[in-house]
Structure formats: structure tokens, C-alpha cells
């Protein structure tokens, strides 16, 4: 593992390194549920929803990430594929192994789904 002190700069909490990670900073699916459909229609196994592009890590609202709308929406989804190259790169290597998942900025809560099966939920501001 390198050390804090000898990281470039990239790795998102340098005094909290790990021998791997990966930053979801990518293109990926996007879409707004702001009539609370998405559980109910199961958009967690529907590709097919995420209609629109948005570029990670930059919120919906800003115009980096290629949404750039500012209105009021309560529910956003994104979808994220990972590759099996990415998966290497984050630490996986065998059948078991575990991944430590951050998401930062969440506006109060997040369901996670992974090979739409749901993985975690959290609530609050931090």
C-alpha cells in the first residue's frame, strides 16, 4: 500500500488509502422518477429506463455532468455498469469477495441494487 503522503492526488479520502479502489467518475444511465414509479415498475432490472446520459461525479443539476437541469425533482436514478476489469481494479478477484461501496452527496437516502438484487439502503445527511 502507498502512503497517504505519496498518493498523486486522485484517490478521493488520502488518509483513508486502500490498496485498491475504483472511482465511478463515468458516463452512466440516468433517469427521473418523479412520480415514484421506479420500485414499483422495477426499473432495478430495466436498462431500458435509464433513457439519458449523465457524467459522474457531477450532479444533475450542474452543467458538467450533461443534465444541467436545476429543477425540483425527488427521485433520480443512475445505473452503473461495472466490467470485469473494473471489478479487478476495485479489489475483486474471487467468487466472496467484498466490496466497500461510497457514494457521496446522497440527499438524504440511497438504495443500492446490484445485479438487481437490493444490497443496502441509507438514510440521513452523512
Do not use: K, N
Request: glycine letters at 10%; proline letters at 8%.
Amino acid at each position: 500500500m502507498t502512503p497517504a503522503s505519496a498518493q498523486d492526488g486522485t484517490y478521493p479520502r488520502p488518509q483513508l488509502v486502500r490498496s485498491s479502489h475504483l472511482p465511478l467518475d463515468r458516463e452512466c444511465g440516468f433517469a427521473y422518477d418523479d412520480s415514484d414509479q421506479g420500485l414499483a415498475e422495477r426499473w432495478h432490472v430495466r436498462p431500458e429506463v435509464f433513457d439519458r446520459r449523465i457524467t459522474l461525479p457531477f450532479a444533475p443539476e450542474s452543467a458538467a455532468s450533461g443534465i444541467g437541469d436545476t429543477g425540483y425533482h425527488p427521485i433520480v436514478w443512475y445505473r452503473i455498469p461495472l466490467t470485469p476489469e473494473d471489478l479487478a481494479a476495485a479489489g475483486l478477484h474471487e467468487q466472496g469477495d467484498r466490496l466497500l461501496l461510497h457514494l457521496g452527496a446522497v440527499d438524504h437516502a440511497a438504495d443500492v441494487w446490484v445485479d438487481g438484487v437490493h444490497v443496502g439502503r441509507h438514510e440521513g445527511g452523512q
